[in-house]
């Protein structure tokens, strides 16, 4: 089946630091871009990051630049988004969608709060 | 940074069509046309369409898109229940490098 499988969301403090993953399956990974795209409750669509097939270049949203970091595994079919100094606002469902967004994941939460 | 301008929402009669807008600048609509996304309350974003009118295998022929300069369009023909969802825009901005969402709208069918 082909999808994106996403994990790693959880409760964490001000400051600190998460790893997501997004696992996909079903279809050559190593052939196309994958996004990391965000969801605050009750708002609208955010795009994070992005990274390119063979992960020579990355973009990130001014918000987290310095702060997150994209990153994948093809030999793993693995993409991976590093999220330190989080803030509150950071506060959203995770997804990952691959190149146009044909395909998403069912997303994970990642919560900032004290 | 900035992002696309949708009508937060839009309201339509069963069988009705609507028609949906973002608009950009000539570095994210203008520059290589628009994608939409579908989202219902709890699922995940699902593409209707990307640069502009290529619609992926699935999609309903009842959905068309269009661009006219920096201004996209979805259009719903023959509205129906399933229809009721959160509709977003979003497009490459080359100047940002960055893909810029609109803040979605919300399309309600009576």
């Known amino acids: 089946e082909v999808q994106l499988v996403e994990s790693g969301g959880a409760l964490v403090q001000p400051g600190g630091s998460l790893r997501l993953s997004c696992a996909a399956s079903g279809f050559t990974f190593s052939n196309h871009w994958v996004n990391w795209v965000r969801q605050a409750p009750g708002r609208g669509l955010e795009w994070v990051a992005n990274?390119?097939?063979?992960?020579?270049?990355?973009f990130y949203v001014d918000s987290v630049k310095g702060r997150f970091t994209i990153s994948r595994d093809n030999a793993k079919n693995s993409l991976y988004l590093q999220m330190n100094s989080l803030r509150v606002e950071d506060t959203a469902v995770y997804y990952c969608?691959?190149?146009?967004?044909?395909?998403w994941g069912r997303g994970t939460l990642v919560t900032v709060s004290s | 940074q900035a992002g696309l301008t949708q009508p937060p929402s839009v309201s339509k009669g069963l069988r009705q069509t609507a028609t949906l807008t973002c608009t950009g600048n000539s570095n994210n609509v203008g520059y290589e046309g628009a994608a939409w996304l579908q989202q219902h309350q709890g699922h995940p974003p699902k593409l209707l369409s990307y640069r502009d009118n290529n619609r992926p295998s699935g999609i309903s022929e009842r959905l068309s898109a269009s661009r006219s300069g920096d201004t996209a369009s979805l259009t719903i023909t023959g509205l129906q229940p399933e229809d009721e969802a959160d509709y977003y825009c979003f497009a490459w901005d080359s100047g940002l490098s960055a893909w810029v969402f609109g803040g979605g709208t919300k399309l309600t069918v009576l």
């Open positions: 969608a691959r190149d146009y967004g044909d395909l």
């Open positions: 990274i390119k097939e063979d992960g020579s270049v990355t």
